[in-house]
Structures are given as C-alpha cells and as structure tokens.
C-alpha cells in the first residue's frame, strides 16, 4: 500500500500531471515509490542502486495504474450459444423463449458456489491486469435470490485474497426479475432485492448499489425504493440508465447524488446538466455498444459542454458485453464516441477512480498509492491507437513491481 512520495517538478508532464509521465523512472525504497519523474532528472541521492533500487525506465511511459470501474467480471456460464443465435438471424424474444439472455446467465450462476464463481472470474480479472488494471468494480446481478447475490459478493472479496488487485463491490440485485417473479417485479424488489441488500450490507460486502433503469428491467419508482434503502444504509448509488431508451433514469440517479451513470447513450443535455449539478460521472461502455450494434451515441458534446466527467470501462457481462480488454474499451471510446486518446487514458483513470468513489488512486501524484503502469510507448495516444495490442511493460500496485 505504497504511497508516491515525490514527484520530479522538472518533468514536462505538467499537463498531464494528474495522468501520465514521459521519460518516466521510479525510485523505490522498501517497496515504497519514493520518487517518479523523468530518467535525466533522478535526484543523486536516488542513484545510490544499493541503496534505492530505483528502476530506470528508459525512456517507458509512466501513467497511472489502468480502473475498470464497470465489470460483471463474476458470472457462471456464458452467453456463447446465443452469439451464435442471434448472428443466424434469431430475435431477441427467440434467444429469451429458449432461455437466453440474463436468464440463463441466473442458472449457471446460481449452481456455481463461492470458490467456482471465483475461480472461473479470475481468467477474466487475469486479462484486465495484464493490461495495467490496479482496481476492478464487480457487481452482483445474476443471482436474483438471496444466497446467490450474496455468493456473488463473496466471490468477488476473495479476488483481492489471491490477485493483487483492489476490488470495489456493487449490490445490483436490481439488474432483472427472475423468472419465479415473472411479471411481479415490484414484489421481486420488496421481497428478495431490498431484504438482500440489507443483509449484503450486514456482511460488509457492498461498497456501492446500482440498478439497471430500463424499459426491460426496473422503472424509476422500483429504482427509487432500492436507492432509498442505499441512502438509509449510507451506501452510495450508481446506475444502468439511458442504455436502450430514456425514461429518466439519469435524471433519478442524480437526484441520489449518483457516483456514476452508466451507459447514457440515450441521454439528453438536461441529463447532462443534471449531472454536472450532482457531479455523477458518466460512465462509457462501448463494448455494449459494439456487441448490440447500437447506433445512438453518448451525448459527449452535452458531457464536455457542461463539465460532466467521463470514464470508461468494459462492462464484462457474458452478454452485452464478452470484452475484457480496457485497452480496446479506450480504443473503442475514441473510435465510435469520438472521445480524444487523453480522454480515454483520463476515463481509465482518474475519472474510473472518481466513479467509484476513490480518491486516493487514479493519478500520479503524491500521496496517491503508487499504482502505476509502464508502457512501451512513447505517447500517451498510442494506448488508445492500437487495436489488440498490449505495450504493459510493467504494472506498480500499491508500490511493489509485479516484475519484481
Ligand atoms: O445480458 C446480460 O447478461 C447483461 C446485460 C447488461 N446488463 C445491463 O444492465 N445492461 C446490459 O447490457
Ligand atoms: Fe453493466
């Protein structure tokens, strides 16, 4: 849980001060980052190599350590046979009639206990870290019964056991009825998703509550219960919204003082100002985007006009979104949202961390953890530029080199 110490005032990353450094080297000392800046500006005292095996990192870039803040990372199954379906020409209604869709995503979880949740989450968890990511939100949601949300939380804690890597959780027993409340979602959220939620909390497994606001799924009144539960248990909110149609889930969430608002393709420039006023972030997730074969765009002209933040991430779900790459996420943010590459690195970043509520992360700044990725780049664009392509030299968590 090391903490950057100094930071070279020399080097010419002002601009992107709170996000990247050109010509990086670090010094660390008893796997504490003490010093990070530029290779022809280490101090001497830091070139005492007995002393501080510092790493020259000749020429690498330096940027913070990569957030995925919007993962369903923990799941039982997958979604493949549907991929199939619906590409020889199978509706939505007809992969749902032969038990597709979320639905079949609940079975296989819900037979899946806490350690095969686990372990088949990791492969997963294993691909984002490879490309830099120190902090990973995981949410619940396929469980949609009380043991199995819970499983799902349990699961997601036990990856910081055995993955260096922060996890942050997410209650979204708010993501679809299942099929024994079919057509009873108001008594689903009475009687299995509050009372779950409450016993979530109980046990320390809920950092965050969300919901998925759309026409498939909850309104804004079963959405409002679930957030005043969250708001009564001081728990803060975030949400699936504006993703297939606006029905005034960002304007609800924003009105809870959302962390985030997730999706927002459908959102408008009132759901922007509402949500600079209640300073949500927008949360990208152009792999659900890519995988729907959407053709709304995000409001990002709206977003930029009225100074709401924007992250991104890669909503892993073994449905919507099969992608667990960030790399692509920040490619695909640039290519389809037209977002800039210091946009994208920004959205993986700093605003990742201030989605999930973190502020100790996300920046290369003293007194932030020293979570830090080196790439073999030479510009920041380049991250966002390549398509499939992974120039992770190394990954700093928390100040110990996983080269190390
Ligand atoms: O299809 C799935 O498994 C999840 C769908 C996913 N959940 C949500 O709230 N929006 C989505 O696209
Ligand atoms: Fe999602």
Redesign the pocket.
């Known amino acids: 849980n090391a903490k950057i110490a100094t930071i070279d005032k020399t080097s010419d990353g002002d601009r992107f001060s709170y996000c990247m450094r050109n010509n990086g080297a670090v010094a660390i000392k008893d796997d504490m980052i003490v010093w990070v800046g530029d290779a022809d500006a280490i101090p001497a005292e830091y070139k005492d190599a007995a002393k501080f095996p510092y790493h020259d990192l000749e020429g690498r870039l330096i940027t913070p350590g990569l957030i995925d803040c919007h993962t ?1 990372v923990v ?1 039982g199954g997958n ?1 493949a046979v549907e991929f199939e379906m619906r590409l020889e020409g199978a509706g939505y209604e007809e992969i749902a009639r032969a038990g597709g ?2 639905v079949s ?1 609940v079975t296989a979880t819900r037979e899946a206990d806490v350690d095969q949740l686990l372990k088949s989450a990791l492969p997963r968890v294993d691909a984002l870290l490879a490309e830099g990511v120190c902090v990973i939100e995981v949410k619940s ?2 469980g949609l019964d009380r043991e199995t949300e819970l499983n799902m939380l349990r699961a997601a804690r036990k990856i910081e056991e055995v993955r260096a890597v922060r996890i942050k959780t997410t209650f ?1 027993g708010a ?2 009825t299942p099929a024994e409340f079919k057509g009873e979602p108001d008594r689903y959220i009475d009687e299995v998703c509050i009372p779950t939620l409450r016993a979530a909390h109980a046990e320390g497994l809920v950092d965050a509550v969300d919901g ?1 606001c ?1 026409g498939i ?1 909850f309104n804004t009144d079963q959405i409002a219960r679930v957030f005043d539960v969250a708001r009564e248990l001081d728990i803060p909110v975030k949400l ?1 919204a504006e ?1 297939l149609s606006n029905i005034g889930g960002t304007k609800l969430a924003a009105s809870y003082g959302a962390l985030s608002i997730d ?1 927002v393709e459908y959102a408008n420039e009132d759901d922007a100002k509402a949500m600079a006023a209640s300073g949500s972030v927008a949360v990208l ?1 152009p792999g ?1 985007f890519y995988t ?1 074969h959407e053709t709304q765009l995000p409001p990002i002209e709206a977003f930029r006009k009225h100074g709401v933040p924007m992250a991104v991430a890669t ?1 892993c ?5 099969p992608l667990m790459s960030i790399l692509l996420t920040m490619n695909m943010s640039c290519t389809f949202f037209r977002l800039t590459p210091e946009e994208a690195l920004c959205g993986a970043t700093a605003h990742a961390a201030r989605a999930l509520g973190l502020d100790d992360t996300g920046q290369v700044k003293e007194g932030m953890r020293a979570d830090l990725a080196i790439w073999d780049v030479s510009h920041p664009a380049e991250l966002s530029y390549r398509i499939g392509f992974n120039p992770l030299f190394d990954r700093i968590f928390g100040g110990v080199s996983m080269k190390s």
């Open positions: 369903h799941h979604r869709g979320i995503t949601g396929y979204l993501h679809a998925f759309e799924a699936h993703q999706h997730l659900a729907l909503d779900n073994p449905g919507t979104s």
